[in-house]
């Protein structure tokens, strides 16, 4: 499994030997999770962030009323987790389940850390991430306050077209946080243009 | 004005000392922007991000009919700033003018990029910086793609108590992404309980 080598590599100013990435690699712990199965469940401490080699998964709210609310979507090469649950130690709001099988490497809040200090790659590779992060869910905050369901879906298509491709519409609707009728709706008037 | 020497010893794990500061200092560029005085305006590169000694900010979006969206609101010791901008030097989307008379620390991205690598306390600090906002924008989505009005407020008073005392109520209703009477009807109401 080197995709988590071609990975650190697409983000490193300096390349990682195979060598230095055997080392790095050996803080990640490996595992499959079939389709339906949870990474992490309501109520549970994130204790790991997970790297995802092959498949797809969801997060997502449970709401007083028991509406599911989709949080967020990964695929191939998204990282996913409860961050605030992984760096405070507190039990997750969310659950987080496999959408296709999945397969994952594993990595704890204490290696996190370690690869931090001791590997200049993973220190890089973090900051890049994290500032990617924030400007992706600015983008999503200003959408989700500001833009119009047709202006909403226009953009996660130009910035998600793989994400149409892989999750029903069902699951998309909630993501932008509309329903299934208006994203119907929406995509009819999309095709016509 | 040392409020910036305070707050990066907050974050850092080994202090810094008084003369590392100088040198650390010695990368901002100290400003005074007016009430109603842009830092940043629609269209322009975000050259630099603004350290807010005093005073308070506000981001906002003007959508196609000329209604403005509360994207984001500053006071002392937050950053403000639009990072797609600055990291991507793409023109912005976003206006950001002072809301009171500011003093801000201004450092560019060839500085950010210098500290990140000469300063590990900056680096370190970006690093703590980016986990929160992560941590925040994280629950801001959620919040606003499936919280209901009140939960949305309650939330929104529970992490920043301060800006209710220093934002009138239409700039926090559009913050929230709600109207102005849909707030008030929910303020009433939390005044109640």
Chains 1, 2 share one sequence.
């Not at 009323?65 to 969310?94: C, Q």
């Not at 992706?136 to 130009?158: H, L, M, N, W």
């Amino acid at each position: 499994m080197d995709s988590l080598f071609h990975y650190i590599n697409k983000y490193a100013s300096t390349l990682m030997s195979e060598e230095d990435f055997k080392v790095f690699r050996s803080h990640f712990i490996q595992k499959r999770i079939r389709k339906k199965q949870y990474l992490l469940a309501e109520g549970e401490i994130c204790k790991h962030m997970a790297f995802i080699a092959k498949g797809a998964m969801r997060k997502y709210y449970i709401d007083e009323k028991g509406v599911e609310h989709i949080v967020d979507l990964y695929i191939e090469n998204w990282w996913a987790g409860d961050r605030e649950s992984f760096v405070m130690f507190t039990p997750s709001v969310y659950h987080i389940d496999a959408w296709e099988d999945c397969e994952v490497l594993l990595i704890s809040r204490e290696n996190t850390l370690k690869l931090c200090k001791e590997c200049p790659a993973f220190n890089e590779l973090l900051l890049k991430l994290d500032e990617r992060n924030n400007i992706a869910t600015q983008k999503r905050i200003t959408s989700s306050i500001s833009f119009t369901a047709e202006k909403r879906y226009a953009d996660f298509v130009d910035c998600h077209p793989y994400f149409v491709q892989r999750f029903p519409q069902h699951i998309i609707a909630s993501y932008l946080g509309i329903t299934k009728d208006t994203l119907s709706r929406v995509r009819k008037k999309a095709l016509k243009k």
